[in-house]
């Protein structure tokens, strides 16, 4: 059986001894406000985030779903239910259309494949002026004409869904 030598022991109870008598300051002092004020704010904080983990998954679902939709050329029922009110109000109808068919008309056929590379998050564009949360999907999407960068941008509109704001695309770099 092992044991402490009575210094080490002294030692060790002069140490919580220690630990005590400022545990007790931090409550006379105030300090235990500041204790409890920064331990709720770490709390929240974590609860944000796992707020702000489920919409990155749901945006991701909606901007998976849009992406669909313009693959599938349901364009018509992309414009009606999947377009943000923010869009509508800046675009009308045969424009948003027409872009999307030209740049599918682009890309060589039907997608083959695509895949999520990244989703960012943002409070504001400053390019647009839009406040509020948004999101950037992008995809790396494969074409029979090659493969491309797409990116949908979603915005978190007052009934919590996710609607496009925003999409466009970049050739990849070739390997």
């Known amino acids: 059986m092992f044991r402490l030598p009575i210094r080490l022991s002294s030692h060790l109870s002069q140490r919580l001894s220690g630990f005590a008598d400022e545990a007790l300051h931090l409550i006379d002092g105030g300090e235990m406000k500041r204790v409890v004020a920064t331990t709720c704010f770490i709390w929240l904080m974590c609860l944000s985030l796992a707020a702000r983990a489920d919409d990155v998954a749901d945006a991701t679902r909606a901007a998976q779903q849009i992406g669909t939709s313009i693959a599938e050329n349901r364009l018509n029922t992309l414009w009606e239910a999947q377009v943000s009110k923010w869009l509508k109000d800046r675009i009308s109808k045969d424009v948003f259309l027409a872009n999307l068919s030209q740049g599918r008309a682009s890309v060589g056929g039907a997608r083959l494949s695509s895949q999520v590379v990244d989703v960012s998050y943002a409070n504001k564009d400053v390019q647009t002026g839009y406040a509020g949360d948004i999101y950037y999907c992008r995809f ?36």
Do not use: M
């Open 140 to 175: 790396l999407t494969k074409y029979p004409a090659g493969s491309f960068y797409e990116t949908i941008v979603l915005i978190k509109e007052q009934d919590g869904e996710f609607r496009l704001s925003g999409a466009f695309a970049a050739p990849a770099p070739t390997q």
